[in-house]
């Protein structure tokens, strides 16, 4: 296993060693006249991962918070296995859903983000949209990074979310009880007893899913239209990652190509492995008691 | 969370056959009922509501959430020039909070208000997450419907159908096919390396098993485009073309570190006393895998097999570098490219023809049906913990023991060992054994 690894860092060797520093800085992707970097895709990535834990750190946090707090005793399995089989379904499927089905009703909310709030918010600007136009059209937000994101986050909200219920069905009964004794309501019992405990699976959950939103390939593939230079208006049209980059040009790639991909491969392995080594770490320190205080 | 709310009540319920009057027979009534503390509010206790749910949290909830729409619809409608359902049922939730917050502001204290909303909030929330769910899979096999109406979808391949023709020509059976030759070999290369490897863990635990456990994590972490890039870069260097055996692999990589953990997971909670009792009977390490860390935790192993297939066979990346997409039949792994349902239904929604965006809808929702029914007979099968058994399985334990009993007799008597029913009748009856209940 570690071969994976070692091959993909030999292979890439070849590249990053052509190209030198600039593979770090460079926007455009052109191994083959020797001018490309992961600049671009790898802030796109980064970019897509934080708006896709944006969404997805809430809404596990309130899932798991209601499957181990307030769920009903009788449907808490049913909720469980729900969840789980969220997790289990293909990202295909939900690449479908967010390009024919989730684009065209978030495309009014992304207008109109865009016009209050991105005046204000640099972010949520858009080049090319005029508010004042009244026959502006949509297009200029379909296809974005937001989008993309949105997806993302529904699929790693499961698996965030099943950690951090881990973590709080783990917080210890007496607390709570003592808590609930001194005339806590059930929301002060949570944020003093409940949350404290299950800090480190809240982090580690999160962490992990972030490690997952990094690598998401097929969803982002089917959304995003891929443009080679940093595009932090998440609300444009246009964004790219790592993996996507690797899908669309694993095709028609020549030897030297290949290597150039591996190296963007590479770099992205590292990064999801730094942080999928974190999330592990806290949330194994977080389970053996050490930080639930 | 429940159970703490009511052992919380059950202790200030009053024991119904203590007068509370009597100071003789009840020393510690102060701290019981608030009627307790007052000796002059004698009279027949009234039992008090243990519902956690109140009649006056409803009627706010109804309340705000009637005057949150119709707000809204009136902000919409007369007042803003603002369009689009999401933002409608944006700015209705927020109304409804507030509203709701408002509501309970008027009788409660802060801390309560407090409670409410927050408690409002998580329901919404798992609600808003269940319901994306609910959209996917609806959503899914709403569009995948027309071409799943049609019987030639699954007995028939893509080779004959043009890019117009309409949905009753053409099918993915050869999707199917692919998908279940690559699923196969996928299965074959993980199921003995990842228990193998899972049982070395657990068995011969040190620095090294360490380390193997570090990997596993790490392998956990490979984004599965780069598993495919991998496979792939392998083929393109050793002059392999791409088949469906190389896609096998790039499965088996993204699915193995799968399975060892879930593995590695359900194999650590053997208890250790059914592995020392193996050992001190005299069986060496490897007998006692076989014979009693494995059966014993045999449900469990093939839920950490199904969720892996499960996994597999939805991914869709590796596949796309690995396979090359066919319209046709290819029974061959390992010449000649290949497809798989995630990667046909990849295929087909990136055409511009309606037609084959149907198609693609329905194979998608064939590939859920089919991870949906794996998951599930992974629960069914996982539901149990190690060395808990099904009636069918506990009878015939018992058989096996009261066979087991007959051949010792048989031996004492003198009677050739393995003597099995038919010298039952020949043979005193035993003892009667009460079928042992493991735990």
Same mark, same amino acid.
């Given at each position: ?10 292979? =890439? ?13 460079? $926007? ?35 899932t ?10 009788r ?7 729900? /969840? ?9 499927v ?8 989730? !684009? ?5 909310l ?38 993309? =994101? ?11 979310? !099943? ?35 299950? +800090? ?11 490690? +997952? ?27 790219? !990652? ?7 040009r694993?095709n028609?790639?020549? #030897?030297f ?37 | ?20 009057t ?20 004698? =009279?027949?206790?009234?039992? +008090? ?6 009649a006056?949290?409803i ?5 705000? &959430? ?12 007369? &007042?803003?020039?603002?369009?689009g ?26 801390p ?39 019987f ?27 998908t ?43 984004? !599965?485009? /780069? ?9 393109? $260097? ?9 896609a ?40 006692t895998?076989?014979?009693?860390t494995?059966?014993? &935790? ?5 839920? &950490?097999?199904?969720l =892996?297939?499960a ?6 990346s ?19 490219? *290949? ?26 929702? /064939?590939? *859920?049906?089919?991870?949906v /029914? ?12 190690? #060395? $808990?058994?099904?009636p069918? $399985? ?13 051949r ?12 099995k ?19």
């Amino acid at each position: 296993m570690t071969l994976v690894g070692l091959f993909l860092l030999l292979r =890439g060797f070849e590249a990053i060693q052509a190209a030198g520093p600039s593979f770090i800085t460079e $926007q455009a992707w052109d191994p083959n006249s020797g001018k490309f970097g992961i600049a671009a895709v790898f802030m796109g990535t980064v970019f897509i991962a934080l708006t896709a834990i944006f969404f997805a750190l809430p809404l596990s946090f309130g899932t798991a918070l209601y499957i181990s707090e307030y769920a009903p005793e009788r449907i808490k399995p049913l909720l469980v296995t729900t /969840v789980d089989l969220m997790a289990a379904i293909p990202s295909i499927v939900y690449g479908l859903w967010g390009f024919f089905f989730l !684009s065209p009703i978030i495309l009014p909310l992304s207008q109109w983000l865009a016009t209050f709030i991105g005046p204000w918010f640099p972010p949520f600007s858009v080049s090319g949209f005029d508010p004042n136009d009244p026959l502006a059209t949509l297009t200029v937000f379909s296809a974005s990074t937001f989008i993309a =994101g949105i997806v993302v986050a529904l699929m790693v909200a499961p698996i965030t979310s !099943s950690i951090m219920r881990e973590v709080f069905q783990q917080a210890p009964l007496g607390e709570r009880e003592g808590a609930l004794a001194l005339g806590a309501t059930k929301w002060g019992m949570i944020t003093s007893v409940v949350i404290p405990f299950g +800090r480190g699976g809240i982090i580690g959950g999160t962490m992990l899913g972030l490690g +997952r939103s990094l690598g998401e390939t097929i969803a982002v593939f089917l959304i995003i239209s891929p443009v080679f230079v940093i595009q932090p208006l998440i609300l444009e049209k246009g964004g790219n !990652s790592i993996s996507a980059l690797i899908a669309l040009r694993y095709n028609e790639a020549s #030897g030297f190509e290949i290597s150039a991909l591996m190296a963007a491969g590479l770099a992205l392995f590292i990064v999801t492995l730094i942080v999928n080594f974190g999330a592990s770490t806290i949330v194994a320190r977080s389970r053996s008691g050490s930080l639930g205080d | 969370m429940t159970d703490v709310l009511s052992r919380t009540e059950q202790v200030t319920q009053t024991p119904p056959d203590v007068p509370l009057t009597d100071p003789e027979a009840a020393p510690a009534k102060t701290t019981w009922t608030r009627a307790g503390n007052d000796p002059g509010a004698a =009279g027949p206790e009234v039992r +008090r509501s243990t519902a956690t749910i109140r009649a006056v949290d409803i009627i706010r909830l109804i309340g705000s &959430a009637l005057a949150a729409v119709g707000f809204t619809s009136w902000l919409f409608f007369f &007042a803003l020039p603002l369009e689009g359902e999401l933002g409608f049922v944006l700015i209705s939730y927020g109304m409804f909070l507030l509203l709701f917050g408002i509501l309970t502001a008027f009788d409660e204290n802060r801390p309560t208000v407090r409670d409410r909303m927050a408690s409002v909030v998580m329901h919404s929330l798992a609600f808003m997450l269940l319901l994306a769910l609910f959209s996917v899979v609806i959503y899914t096999f709403g569009r995948g419907l027309e071409p799943l109406g049609f019987f030639n979808f699954f007995t028939e391949d893509m080779s004959n159908a043009g890019p117009l023709d309409g949905l009753d020509r053409g099918g993915v059976l050869h999707a199917v096919v692919g998908t279940l030759i690559m699923i196969a070999i996928a299965l074959i290369l993980t199921v003995p390396l990842g228990i193998l490897t899972a049982v070395f863990l657990t068995e011969y635990p040190g620095p090294f098993a360490r380390f193997v456990r570090t990997v596993v994590e790490a392998m956990t972490a490979l984004p !599965s485009i /780069v598993a495919g890039l991998f496979v792939y870069a392998i083929i393109v $260097q050793f002059g392999f073309t791409r088949s469906g055996f190389a896609a096998a692999c790039a499965i088996t990589v993204m699915m193995l570190p799968i399975v060892v953990r879930s593995a590695d997971v359900v194999l650590r909670l053997v208890p250790s006393s059914l592995k020392e009792a193996a050992r001190a009977l005299g069986a060496s390490t490897w007998r006692t895998v076989w014979t009693v860390t494995m059966p014993t &935790a045999r449900s469990g192993l093939t839920t &950490a097999v199904i969720l =892996g297939t499960a996994r597999g066979i939805g991914e869709t990346s590796p596949v796309l570098l690995t396979a090359g997409a066919t319209t046709f039949f290819n029974f061959n792994p390992f010449s000649g490219p *290949m497809t798989s349902l995630p990667l046909t239904t990849f295929t087909f929604v990136k055409s511009p023809e309606l037609n084959f965006i149907a198609r693609g809808f329905g194979t998608a929702a /064939v590939l *859920m049906v089919v991870v949906v /029914v794996l998951f599930l007979a992974a629960r069914a099968i996982g539901g149990r913990g190690p #060395g $808990q058994l099904s009636p069918r $399985q506990q009878r015939r334990r018992t058989s096996a023991s009261r066979d087991d009993d007959y051949r010792f007799r048989g031996r004492e008597l003198g009677v050739a060992a393995g003597a099995k029913s038919r010298k039952r009748a020949a043979l005193p009856p035993p003892e009667p054994i009460a079928p042992s209940k493991k735990e």
